[in-house]
C-alpha cells in the first residue's frame, strides 16, 4: 500500500514537471480530531471552528474557480511538518492554515469585557517565499479590515510568549510558526476569530461571519494570481 501511495505521489510529480504549473491551494484544517486545539468560551474546540471554516473557504474557491486541495481532510492526526510536505507532493502553489484563536488563561476577563477579539493572519521570514506570503497575507487583511473585522492586537502585547510584530494591519510576523517555516511555497496562517471570547465564538459560527473570511481568502488569492508573483 506504501509503495503504491509513493507511485501515485512519483507519477503526479513527473506529470507535474512535464505541464506547465496549475495553480492550486493547500488548505490545512488547524489542529486534528484528538489534538484539537483552544478551547471555546462555552467549551467546544477549536478544530471543529477550523474544519467548518476551511469547508466554507474551500466552496468560495470552488466558486472562484480556484482549484484547492486539503493536506489533512481524512480526520486523521497528521503531523505539521507531514501537512506541509504533502502540500508540496500534491504541487501546491500557496499553503494556508485556517485556525481560531484564544487567549491564556489569565487574560480571559479581557475577553469576557471584549477587549480582545478579532482576526489576525501571520507569515514567517524564514519561509523560503516570505514576500509572497506578505502579500497574501496583507490582501486577506485589507480584504477583512474594508468589511469591519476586527484586528487581535493581543498578540503584540509586551508578554511573556507574545510580543509579535506587526509588520502590516492584520499581519502578524511569528518566523518560528512551523508550517509557515517548513512550507516550501508562499503560506500564511489565519487566526479567523477569538473562540475564547463569547461573543467572537458566536460570530465565528455564523454563516456570514465565515462567508466574509471565505471572501476575503478568494479575492487575495485572485489578486495574488493577477500579480503573478511566483
Ligand atoms: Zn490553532
Redesign the pocket.
Known amino acids: 500500500m506504501k509503495n503504491l501511495v509513493r507511485i501515485v505521489f512519483v507519477l503526479t510529480v513527473s506529470i507535474m514537471n512535464v505541464y506547465p504549473k496549475e495553480f492550486i491551494v493547500a488548505l490545512d484544517i488547524?489542529?486534528s480530531p484528538k489534538k484539537a486545539?483552544?478551547i471555546s468560551a462555552s467549551g467546544y474546540r477549536?478544530y471543529n471552528f477550523?474544519r467548518s471554516l476551511t469547508l466554507t473557504v474551500y466552496k468560495e474557491l470552488a466558486r472562484q474557480h480556484i482549484k484547492a486541495v486539503f493536506v489533512n481532510s481524512s480526520e486523521k492526526d497528521i503531523e505539521l511538518k507531514e501537512r506541509t510536505s504533502n502540500a508540496k507532493l500534491l504541487g501546491a502553489s500557496i499553503f494556508l492554515s485556517i485556525?481560531?484563536?484564544?487567549v491564556p488563561a489569565n487574560f480571559f476577563y479581557l475577553t469576557e469585557k471584549h477587549y480582545i477579539r478579532g482576526f489576525g493572519t501571520f507569515v514567517s521570514t524564514k519561509n523560503k517565499y516570505f514576500e509572497q506570503s506578505l502579500f497574501l497575507a496583507s490582501k486577506i487583511s485589507n480584504s477583512l479590515l474594508t468589511q469591519k473585522y476586527k484586528f487581535n492586537t493581543f498578540h503584540n502585547l509586551r508578554i511573556k510568549g507574545e510580543s509579535k510584530e506587526i509588520l502590516e494591519d492584520g499581519v502578524y510576523k511569528y518566523d518560528d510558526l512551523l508550517v509557515l517555516k517548513t512550507a516550501q511555497m508562499p503560506a500564511v496562517l489565519i487566526?479567523a476569530a477569538v473562540i475564547a471570547n463569547p461573543n467572537d465564538e458566536i460570530l465565528a459560527t455564523k454563516q456570514n461571519y465565515k462567508a466574509g473570511i471565505a471572501k476575503a481568502i478568494a479575492l487575495a488569492i485572485l489578486e495574488y494570481q493577477n500579480a503573478s508573483i511566483k
Do not use: L, Y
Open positions: 488547524g489542529h486545539g483552544a477549536e477550523n485556525h481560531h484563536d484564544s487566526e
